[in-house]
């Protein structure tokens, strides 16, 4: 079956602009987070969604980054006013729910702010 | 505060010869403890995982050991191939009341030479 995918593969932006990355999580996974990997900062937690409840957003670094996440399925993160320090490659990733899922990552974005 | 260090940052091993990667964390509420492998390009994806009551847990060619008193958990895989060539992460995380979400040690690159 299909697995996560995420668009687009690679972004290029100049900074200060504001970018949307999309994430199309595997069918019947409630389960969908955000990692950012990065050359510094190694791999981190940004956000994660479980179905109907508030997303837990403790991993986001600054309020230029939010996330959402339309009928519990496809979600999109987005990065205003983008900084240089925000290149990174994003990752989504996705689980059923209920205990210690199998997290299945998508390939990435990776944005490159100028 | 990084909650999980992992070393060695870089290992390179002959074809056929073991490869071991330590982890070490501080939150005592882990409770679920994946090892993931990356390749250029690509998404993490889960090789092998572990629970806090049990000590060792083999897969093929893989193993975890896990020491709960010393908070270290490793990754040996046997009979190293020029395939497994990639960057593994160990992560940790709560799946009870933490939603699974992942912290992850920050890499190490195995090359496997011939």
């Known amino acids: 079956g299909a697995g996560v995918s995420q668009s687009p593969s690679n972004k290029v932006t100049e900074k200060g602009k504001d970018v949307e990355l999309r994430c199309d999580p595997i069918?019947?996974?409630?389960?969908l987070y955000w990692y950012r990997q990065s050359l510094g900062q190694g791999l981190e937690f940004l956000i994660y969604?479980?179905?109907?409840?508030?997303?837990?957003k403790s991993g986001l670094p600054s309020d230029r980054f939010s996330a959402e996440r339309t009928g519990g399925s496809v979600s999109t993160l987005t990065i205003q006013r983008t900084q240089q320090e925000d290149s990174a490659v994003y990752l989504c990733?996705?689980?059923?729910?209920?205990?210690?899922?199998?997290?299945?990552f998508g390939p990435g974005t990776r944005l490159l702010v100028l | 505060q990084q909650q999980v260090k992992q070393s060695p940052q870089s290992l390179i091993v002959q074809k056929g010869g073991i490869s071991i990667i330590n982890c070490a964390y501080e939150n005592t509420a882990f409770d679920y403890f994946p090892w993931y492998q990356q390749f250029p390009g690509k998404g993490p994806a889960l090789l092998i995982a572990?629970?806090?009551?049990?000590s060792e847990k083999k897969e093929g060619r893989f193993t975890i050991s896990f020491n709960k008193s010393a908070k270290q958990f490793s990754l040996h895989i046997m009979d190293s191939q020029p395939g497994d060539s990639a960057t593994y992460f160990c992560?940790?995380?709560?799946?009870?009341?933490?939603?699974?979400?992942?912290?992850f040690g920050t890499g190490t690159q195995l090359k496997v030479e011939l």
């Open positions: 990733a996705s689980s059923f729910f209920g205990g210690p899922e199998t997290q299945y």
């Open positions: 572990i629970r806090p009551d049990v």
């Open positions: 069918s019947g996974h409630t389960a």
């Open positions: 992560a940790a995380s709560m799946v009870t009341g933490g939603g699974n979400k992942l912290t």
């Open positions: 969604f479980q179905g109907n409840s508030a997303p837990d």
